[in-house]
């Protein structure tokens, strides 16, 4: 059953790392990565599904690790093969949190396992028009929107508290291809437990690696000036990203400190 957690927001849109890394054992990449990362393969081994990969694996600030097989990013599920799904099955995803506006799911609907609970979480179907054309070209425009839009605070911050909340298995978001919306999930995310700017910006940049695009290529890539005016915009608005996460996401100390307890080792 889908938890519709933002209908109204949704009219707006249709009418817009043994124990750490689990199940994911080291191997390079084709990336290089920054010292405070884990090298190992991130892919979740799907083949219908675009920019599938575990979002933990790194180190943090304080010297611990955050978590895999706890938390994966993807793009749309609705191409995702009986395989694929097998595949999040054996990975054990419990929740599935989709960032795409209504007009969005309605061109694609998820396909998810069997017993997965669905929860939608509409970043931007509340946006206005100009920026909901740029939901699958990205750019500076769209990431503040992240920040600024109706709805958009409240949607990132049920994803995360769905992390808190799952302790039997794992929690998938995505949007569409996996790389705007879900990039600024994963970078708040891992910059809520603690892993450095830089590094949360080489994870952003993995889409360009997983979707083979081009930072030139807006429909297909990502840039790091985007995420940076994310974080820009966080810091306008609430005047540092820590006020962003508490008055923003409204997250409390004791949700923050659950999330750490859910995610690092």
Known sequence: MVSNRVIRASVAATTGLAILFGPVLAT???APAPASETVFDRALGVHGVQNARDAGGYRTTDGRWVRTGRVYRTGQLNNATPADLAVLTERNVRVVADLR??????????????????????????????????????????????ITAPGANQAFASVLRDIIATTDGAVL??????????????????????????????????????????????LNGVQAAWLDAAFDQAERTYGSFENYV????????????????AMLA
Not at 246 to 261: E, F, M, Y
């Open 246 to 261: 508490r008055d923003g996401l409204k997250l409390s100390a004791a949700d923050i400190a659950a999330l750490k307890t």
């Open 28 to 30: 390079a990449v084709a």
């Open 173 to 218: 978001y995505h949007c569409t291809a996996g790389k705007d919306r879900t990039g600024w999930t994963s970078a708040v995310l891992l910059s809520i437990l603690g892993v450095d700017r830089d590094t949360v910006r080489q994870d952003y940049l993995l889409s360009n690696q997983y979707r083979g695009a081009d930072e030139s290529d807006p």
């Open 101 to 146: 506006t209504g007009l969005e799911r309605a061109a694609g609907a998820d396909r998810v396992p069997a017993g997965v609970t669905e929860h939608w979480d509409d970043v931007i179907g509340q946006a206005p028009p100009q920026t909901l054309v740029t939901t699958l070209t990205g750019g500076d425009d769209l990431y503040r929107a992240f």
